[in-house]
């Protein structure tokens, strides 16, 4: 039973930083594409950014290029978000996701992502 959960949202002013992080169990978490997606009131959900199972590729959607890093720890079974420079069209539900197969390449589609978890809150003030 794959299991992920979010951590790390807040309130913050614009201009400032959240770091989310996701920790995984279930399987083994360094065989397995992970990405954040996040999901704003009366909007569709958004892919935020993804990484390949080793961390040596990443994707970012053109809005957080250059303010959001994802990175993650194998050893410790946890993915992050660090997010800088927050604008208040960023806030949103942040999820992170696991790709339903194993692989080594960035995957970027959410129907690929089968295990979801339950949301972290960003509300970024302006």
């Known amino acids: 039973q794959v299991q992920l959960v979010e951590s790390g949202g807040g309130l913050v002013q614009a201009g400032g930083s959240l770091r989310l992080s996701c920790a995984a169990s279930g399987r083994t978490f360094g065989s397995y594409s992970m990405g954040w997606l996040r999901q704003a009131p009366g909007k569709e959900r958004q892919f935020v950014a993804a990484?390949?199972?080793?961390?040596?590729?990443?994707y970012y959607t053109d809005s957080v290029k250059g303010r959001f890093t994802i990175s993650r720890d194998n050893a410790k079974n946890t993915m992050y978000l660090q997010m800088n420079s927050l604008k208040p069209e960023d806030t949103a539900v942040y999820y992170c996701?696991?790709?339903?197969?194993?692989?080594?390449?960035?995957?970027?589609?959410?129907?690929?992502?089968?295990?979801w978890g339950q949301g972290t809150q960003v509300t970024v003030s302006s």
């Open positions: 996701a696991q790709h339903k197969n194993s692989g080594s390449y960035v995957y970027t589609s959410q129907r690929d992502y089968d295990y």
């Open positions: 990484i390949n199972r080793s961390g040596s590729s990443t």
